[in-house]
């Protein structure tokens, strides 16, 4: 079975500009999630998709927004790009949800660069 | 609000130490525990995962942990490291019953020499 993918792998942009992420959950999954990784904070929440609605929001300013397509597929849009934003964004997918004990299942992420 | 410490922020050990990361929670309700892996250059994996019953859990590789309520924490172990559990290591809780979101430590970095 597929594992969960991301594109683009790497991506480098200017401040101010916008960035869209994009994600493929394994076949099968409902639930998407988004985190933002970096060497100081680790893996924080940004948000989780199931069934095309947001569940679960972490705290990071409207800036950054997400979707989900009826195909499970999730985007994650950045707008206004500052120099904070450079971390790997990982995205997970699981059966249902994100929470109670259910595995997540990562991809490989996508390294944002702020310039 | 759920928050996950890891205390040990770079452990450097020989091949054949034995391991324990610590990892403590805050949260008084029932937790739903994890443990990832992330090796050089590929993606986070599972490494073990407790929700009930004993609170000794095995996963994969060798590796446990205990689930110790009273202490709040969820450390894990392993008897003899190897070359090749040189990764990155994070915990992560998430609430049962209440807001699902995971919570994850801020990792540790293993590195074993050979």
């Known amino acids: 079975k597929a594992g969960v993918t991301q594109t683009p792998r790497y991506l480098i942009k200017t401040r101010g500009q916008q960035v869209t992420l994009s994600c493929s959950p394994i076949?099968?999954?409902?639930?998407v999630s988004w985190y933002q990784q970096t060497p100081g904070q680790g893996l924080q929440f940004l948000f989780e998709y199931f069934s095309e609605t947001q569940r679960n929001k972490g705290n990071f300013p409207g800036r950054f927004s997400g979707r989900q397509f009826s195909n499970s597929r999730s985007e994650m849009n950045v707008s206004t790009l500052e120099l904070g934003d450079s971390a790997l964004y990982l995205c997970?997918?699981?059966?249902?949800?994100?929470?109670?004990?259910?595995?997540?299942?990562f991809g490989p992420g996508t390294r944002l660069t702020v310039l | 609000a759920q928050s996950v410490s890891q205390h040990n922020h770079h452990v450097i050990l020989s091949e054949a130490a034995s391991l324990e990361l610590g990892c403590n929670y805050s949260y008084g309700g029932t937790v739903n525990l994890f443990w990832y892996v992330q090796y050089p250059g590929q993606h986070l994996q599972l490494l073990l995962k407790y929700f009930s019953g004993d609170p000794l859990v095995k996963g994969i590789k060798g590796f446990e942990a205990e689930f110790i309520k009273s202490k709040f924490s969820f450390n894990l172990r392993k008897p003899s490291v190897q070359w090749s559990d040189t990764a990155e290591y994070f915990c992560?809780?998430?609430?049962?019953?209440?807001?699902?979101?995971?919570?994850f430590g801020r990792g540790t970095s293993l590195i074993v020499h050979p």
């Open positions: 076949s099968g999954h409902r639930s």
């Open positions: 997970a997918s699981s059966l249902t949800t994100s929470g109670g004990h259910n595995e997540q299942f």
């Open positions: 992560a809780v998430t609430a049962s019953g209440g807001s699902y979101i995971p919570t």
